[in-house]
């Protein structure tokens, strides 16, 4: 039975927990909270570069995001997304500044989520019982 390693990040979705509208969802090994049907921040703790925060916003508000926390860049993977790792000196206070912009419902923070695309039925070759 594969083990389940809790994320050590997941403190920083705390404050939406009383929120009606949060949702913590798995995302690529990650964990993803959404509020009001928005994505907006990615908790990774996994390896660099994915092991910090991923602030789900658009490239226009980068600027005025890094402006208000210079600790934040473009993520060097995902780089329509800002990030802040976990190793920078100012990650606990950029963590719990990024949470109190997602509660006040900031518009420069989340991104509607992609649809999902539906999965295959399972018309394969067990789908059907011989009889």
Known sequence: MPSKIRNSLLW???AFE???GYLCKPMFGCDAAYLDGLLCLVAADR???FNGVLVCTSRENHASLI???PALHAHPVLGKW???PQAD???EDTA???SALVLARDP???VEPKPRKPRKSGKGRNSVLPE
């Open 89 to 91: 000196a100012a990650f």
């Open 108 to 110: 420069r923070i989340g």
């Open 18 to 20: 009383r929120e009606p």
């Open 82 to 84: 800002l990030y802040v």
């Open 47 to 49: 390896d660099p570069p």
């Open 67 to 69: 402006d208000a926390m």
């Open 12 to 14: 920083i979705f705390d």
């Open 96 to 98: 719990a500044q990024l």
